[in-house]
């Protein structure tokens, strides 16, 4: 069975932890745009050194640099049988993009599931993440300028997909393997 999947929700939501952990069930590879991006920065290519000024400041990378990079990462054959996308789109505009990449494959999305979670409550995993892993956007003020920025940009598009039938609302709060089983529950596998 295809799968073309987006996950959202905010910093902190568990949309990478459970990316990870969706991708063996449902037979399809996990795209984490954040992923890419922190390889690109790790390997000092050129589309890293530009994402790192975005990324340390909590800032989106810009839409045309981050399309170019989904869009070719789809084009990969291990993403012709379907994906799941783990953060894109994030603004309108790579809705836009997203739409049109999946018209000229001749396909669509099957789902997006919404990941929620407090705010609180992911204030505080990321803080537990950065005494863990150290990521340079995981200090509390860059966390709380992420917060507010997926607020006014990310935040919206659930409605767009909601009108569109497509969204699935998780919650995103408790055990990780809990929430795993919520998810395909949500999406009938
Ligand atoms: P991402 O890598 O997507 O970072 P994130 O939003 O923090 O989510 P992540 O997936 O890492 O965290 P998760 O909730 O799984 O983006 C980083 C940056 O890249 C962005 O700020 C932006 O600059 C750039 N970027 C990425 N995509 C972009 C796009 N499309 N356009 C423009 N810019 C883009 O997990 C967080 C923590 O919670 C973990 O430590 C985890 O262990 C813990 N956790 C998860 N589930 C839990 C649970 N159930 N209970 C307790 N803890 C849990």
Redesign the pocket.
């Known amino acids: 069975m295809t799968a073309r999947i987006i996950l959202i929700?905010?910093?902190?939501?568990?949309?990478?932890?459970?990316?990870a952990r969706l991708q063996e069930k449902l037979g399809v590879p996990a795209i984490?745009?954040?992923?890419i991006?922190?390889q690109n920065v790790a390997e000092e290519t050129e589309l890293g050194v530009l994402?790192k000024r975005?990324?340390d400041a909590?800032?989106?990378?810009?839409?045309e640099v981050?399309n170019k990079m989904?869009r070719d990462r789809l084009a990969q054959p291990d993403a012709a049988e379907g994906f799941l996308l783990?953060?894109?789109?994030?603004?309108a505009q790579?809705v836009e993009e997203l739409d049109a990449m999946l018209a000229e494959q001749g396909t669509g999305l099957d789902a997006v599931v919404e990941?929620t979670a407090d705010t609180d409550e992911?204030v505080g995993?990321?803080l537990?993440?950065a005494q863990?892993?150290g990521r340079s956007?995981?200090t509390e003020d860059v966390i709380r300028h992420?917060l507010d920025?997926?607020a006014e940009q990310t935040q919206p598009l659930t409605d767009i997909y909601a009108k569109r039938g497509l969204l699935k609302q998780v919650d995103?709060?408790?055990?990780?393997e809990d929430?795993t089983d919520r998810i395909l529950a949500a999406l009938g596998r």
């Open positions: 929700g905010a910093p902190g939501a568990g949309k990478g932890t459970q990316a984490s745009t954040g992923d991006f922190r994402a975005y990324m909590g800032e989106y990378v810009p839409d981050t989904v783990d953060g894109y789109p994030r603004t790579q990941l992911v995993r990321l537990a993440r863990l892993q956007d995981d992420r920025i997926y995103g709060l408790g055990e990780v929430v």
